[in-house]
Nanobody, 121 residues
Framework: QVQLVESGGGLVQPGGSLRLSCAAS?????????MGWYRQAPGKQRELVAA???????NYADSVKGRFTISRDNAKNTVSLQMNSLKPEDTAVYYC??????????????WGQGTQVTVSS
């Protein structure tokens, strides 16, 4: 009953920037959800990139600390990922995830369809 739609991916040169957005809709009280960005490169497991709790606390993968920033706008039901100083190894499909902060079961986890980010010269 929750839908997540990512946007903002594309092709960028090394050192460039992109801003990803995730819009949530459906049966959701957005400020009751932890939000996160994950990515999956070809041949690799999906990994956590950044997360922001319902209370606004953030966490980042070591590989993106200092370069990426996650934020949320509860009034608009959106979460964003600002990606700066992009590297070729950042190339992946990026996915948005919502996790209910109260209902701690699999039924409270939702994923978006993903958006492609390609960093190449």
């Amino acid at each position: 009953q929750v839908q997540l739609v990512e946007s903002g991916g594309g092709l960028v040169q090394p050192g460039g920037s992109l801003r990803l957005s995730c819009a949530a809709s459906g049966t959701i009280i957005f400020n009751s959800y932890h939000m996160g960005w994950y990515r999956q490169a070809p041949g690799k497991q999906r990994e956590l990139v950044a997360a922001i709790t319902s209370g606004g606390n953030t966490n980042y993968a070591d590989s993106v600390k200092g370069r990426f920033t996650i934020s949320r706008d509860n009034a608009k039901n959106t979460v964003s990922l600002q990606m700066n100083s992009l590297k070729p190894e950042d190339t992946a499909v990026y996915y948005c995830r919502a996790t209910n902060a109260v209902v701690l079961t699999a039924s409270g986890v939702f994923w978006g369809q993903g958006t492609q980010v390609t960093v190449s010269s």
